[in-house]
């Protein structure tokens, strides 16, 4: 089983819709949790921070499931701009550990916004 | 102004030689790693540094190396016994710090290089 699991897609949705994705992890000793955004032939840039409370951003909602180990992004009134593949990333480290863990990546779901 | 540069954007290699690639950062983080991306995959996972003079494996380590002689600069060295070396190479770096009592480790990438073998 991968670390860090995603439907790679593509997800292909009307402009306006509203569409979610999941992410799955195996490591119940995962302490960060991240959405990034990469878009074709570039670096992944931070999306946002998943927090146990659960986040917002404007459009963007995330939420992380320690129970069921798995976390999610919503996005609301999609945009063309949208348009990306959504990465899913998992800290590993152990509890009490001083140092900064182990960034696992997700393989990525494209979402194409469509007009 | 603070950030993370990797060089060259684009290389080209021919078969059996080694190259490297270079990664900076000016952002004070601690620690850094290296992942290829092929074409239509996610990021995987070559070696990473938490600290000076310490790094370990990642998932694919087999055919690389790297250095971690200074805070700022985490090279990796593409050897020719990686079978399969042509893929877009990111490097990115992260520090732990807690913010509203919350840690957060999110990482920051340089541009990439992307390295073809000729």
């Known amino acids: 089983r991968k670390e860090v699991e995603q439907d790679p897609g593509p997800f292909n949705v009307p402009e306006g819709a509203t569409v979610a994705f999941n992410c799955t992890y195996s490591?119940?000793?995962?302490?960060?949790f991240f959405w990034y955004r990469q878009d074709c032939r570039k670096e992944p840039k931070l999306l946002m921070s998943?927090?146990?409370s659960g986040n917002e951003d404007g459009r963007f909602t995330a939420q992380l499931n320690r129970a069921s180990q798995y976390i999610s992004l919503l996005i609301r009134d999609s945009k063309l701009s949208d348009s990306a593949t959504y990465l899913c990333?998992?800290?590993?480290?152990?509890?009490?550990?001083?140092?900064?863990?182990?960034?696992?990546f997700g393989q990525g779901t494209t979402l194409q916004v469509k007009p | 102004d603070g950030g993370i540069t990797q060089s060259p954007k684009y290389l080209f290699r021919k078969e059996g030689q080694n190259v490297t690639l270079s990664c900076e950062q000016n952002?004070?983080?601690?620690?850094m790693y290296w992942y290829r991306q092929d074409p239509g995959q996610g990021l995987r996972l070559i070696y990473y540094?938490?600290?000076?003079?310490?790094?370990q494996k990642g998932d694919i380590a087999e055919g690389y190396s790297v250095s971690r002689e200074k805070k700022e600069s985490f090279p990796l060295t593409v050897t020719s016994a990686q079978k399969n070396p042509t893929a877009f190479y990111l490097c990115?770096?992260?520090?732990?710090?807690?913010?509203?009592?919350?840690?957060?480790?999110?990482?920051?990438f340089g541009q990439g290089t992307r390295l073809t073998v000729v």
């Open positions: 952002l004070n983080h601690d620690a």
């Open positions: 490591n119940s000793a995962s302490q960060s």
């Open positions: 990115a770096s992260s520090m732990r710090y807690i913010r509203t009592g919350m840690e957060n480790t999110e990482a920051f």
């Open positions: 990333v998992v800290n590993m480290r152990l509890r009490g550990s001083s140092n900064t863990g182990k960034l696992i």
């Open positions: 998943v927090y146990s």
């Open positions: 540094s938490q600290i000076v003079n310490d790094f």
